[in-house]
């Protein structure tokens, strides 16, 4: 039986840890969907608005040489997806593993004949970091925009006349 994999994911902020699932997932099955989370969907159930638009997450996840294919995922809900898609294995992140949303997932899906498996996170970078990050560096140029605006404004002139200085 050919195994059909689905991996869910924003995939915002594009880093490792999204490489990492999506490699390790392909070395579990034959054919690998990766469903990419709309807007509107990331909005709704994280209260997280995505930094690169749908439209681009898409594109670069199609472009990873792990995936066969790519969904935009409109819905939360598994099951739905699962009727449109067909998938018999689902990779999820081990925040899922042992927890009351991951033990009904399994459940939900095992009547479909649907594996459930879990992925370490890699720790060392998530979105969530990344996204803090500019946050950070947005405040810093609220904060100061003057002290930037001189260095920044001298380097491109430097850059742009050839001086690398």
């Not at 807007?39 to 199609?62: F, M, N, T, Y």
Request: hydrophobic share 45%; aromatic share 8%.
């Amino acid at each position: 039986m050919t195994r059909i994999g689905y991996a869910p994911g924003a995939y915002d902020l594009f880093h490792i840890g999204h490489l990492n699932l999506l490699r390790r997932a392909r070395e579990h099955c034959d054919y690998l969907i990766a469903g990419v989370v709309a807007d509107e969907v990331l909005i709704a159930h994280k209260g997280v608005s995505p930094v690169v638009p749908l439209h681009e997450r898409l594109e670069i996840v199609r472009n990873v040489r792990f995936v066969d294919a790519v969904h935009a995922a409109t819905t939360n809900d598994k099951v739905e997806i699962w009727r449109d898609l067909r998938f018999n294995v689902l990779f999820e992140g081990n925040d899922w593993q042992g927890v009351e949303k991951g033990a009904r997932l399994e459940q939900d899906l095992a009547v479909l004949g649907v594996e459930v498996v879990y992925f370490p996170y890699t720790l060392s970078t998530s979105s969530s970091a990344l996204r803090k990050a500019l946050e950070n560096i947005d405040a810093m140029a609220v904060r100061s925009p003057v002290e930037f605006a001189p260095a920044m404004h001298h380097g491109r002139k430097n850059r742009v006349a050839g001086n690398p200085l």
